[in-house]
C-alpha cells in the first residue's frame, strides 16, 4: 500500500515482492510488474487501483473471460463464447466485443469488466464497428445475412439485408448478403463496408442503407477496378484514413488488399518501407 511518506510508496503484490515508487504524492503512478502479482493498491487507507496504470511486463496478459461461457463480471470472472472482433470507444475509453457464439455484444472496460451490451436479434456476429459521430454500432450478422444496427440506447434493428444469402444490392432489406463477416467504417463519411466471406466481394454500404458492390465479382484473386478484382473469402478490414483506403484481409488467397476509395485502383498487395537508421 501507499505509505503516508509522500516521497515514497509501497505496491504489495500477491507474492513477496514490493516494489517502490518515488514521488506519488498527488500524481498518478505508473509503473512496470506483471498483471498477475498486483493484489490491492491502497492510497492512504482507501483501495483505488484505478488510480494506477500498469503495463505489462509479460508482453501479454488477460484481462478479462477465463473458460467458454456467457457471465457479466470482471476479470477472470467474465465468460465469452467465440469472441470474434473488437472495436474501440475512445470516449469512454471502452471496448466492444461481438460474440458470435452467444450472439451478444459485450462491453469491456480497461480494468477488464464486461458486461452485455445488447443481445436481441443478431445472428454469429462476426465484425463490429461504431460511428463515433452518433455512438451508434454496426454488427455483422455471419449466419442471418444483414446488417445489425445499435443505437445509442441499445436498440437492435436491421439496417441492411433481407436475411436471404445472396448478392443483391439495393436499400435496405432490398439488398442480400452471403455470409458477411468483416466491417469497417470511413469516420467521416459513415459509410459502411462489409467483407462477404463466400460472396468474395466487398460491399458498399451508405449512411441511409443504401447497398452497391464495391470491389470483387467471383472468386479467385485479380487486381482490378471495383468487379474486374477477384478475391478469395475476404475477412478483417479497417479503414486507412490517411490514405482513405480500405485494407482486406484476403484469407483465402493469404494477401493484404488495398481499395483506394476512388475506386481507380486495387491493389493486391502493399508494401511497408523500412529505412534503416
Not at 7 to 30: G, H, Q
Not at 40 to 50: L, R, S, Y
Not at 219 to 226: F, I, N, P
Amino acid at each position: 500500500m501507499y505509505s503516508l511518506n509522500p516521497s515514497t510508496a509501497d505496491i504489495f503484490c500477491k507474492e513477496t515482492r514490493n516494489l517502490a515508487v518515488p514521488n506519488v504524492f498527488d500524481v498518478e503512478v505508473t509503473t512496470e510488474l506483471p498483471l498477475s502479482l498486483v493484489n490491492a493498491i491502497q492510497i492512504h487507507g482507501k483501495v483505488e487501483v484505478c488510480k494506477a496504470r500498469f503495463s505489462v511486463a509479460d508482453g501479454v496478459a488477460t484481462i478479462s473471460g477465463s473458460v467458454a461461457g456467457n457471465l457479466d463480471g470482471n476479470g477472470l470472472n467474465a465468460r465469452f463464447s467465440g469472441p470474434a472482433a473488437i472495436c474501440v470507444d475512445t470516449h469512454e475509453s471502452c471496448f466492444y466485443v461481438c460474440e458470435s457464439n452467444n450472439n451478444c455484444i459485450k462491453k469491456l472496460t480497461v480494468q477488464g469488466g464486461a458486461s452485455t451490451f445488447a443481445n436481441i436479434g443478431m445472428s454469429s456476429p462476426y465484425g463490429i464497428a461504431m460511428n463515433d459521430t452518433e455512438k451508434t454500432f454496426f454488427v455483422t450478422n455471419y449466419a442471418g445475412h444483414t446488417i445489425s444496427k445499435i443505437s445509442s440506447s441499445r436498440t437492435t434493428s436491421i439496417f441492411a439485408g433481407s436475411g436471404r444469402p445472396a448478392c443483391v444490392d439495393g436499400a435496405g432489406a432490398t439488398a442480400s448478403f452471403y455470409y458477411p463477416i468483416g466491417i469497417a467504417i470511413d469516420p467521416k463519411t459513415g459509410t459502411l463496408f462489409v467483407s462477404e466471406y463466400f460472396g468474395c466481394i466487398v460491399r458498399k454500404i451508405t449512411p441511409q442503407g443504401g447497398v452497391t458492390t464495391f470491389a470483387g465479382s467471383v472468386q479467385g484473386l485479380a487486381d482490378g477496378t471495383g468487379k474486374k478484382a477477384k478475391f478469395n473469402c475476404p475477412w478483417g478490414m479497417c479503414f486507412d484514413e490517411s490514405t482513405q483506403s480500405l485494407l482486406v484481409c484476403d484469407s483465402g488467397n493469404s494477401k493484404l488488399r488495398r481499395i483506394q476509395l476512388n475506386g481507380i485502383y486495387l491493389q493486391s498487395t502493399f508494401k511497408y518501407n523500412h529505412k534503416s537508421r
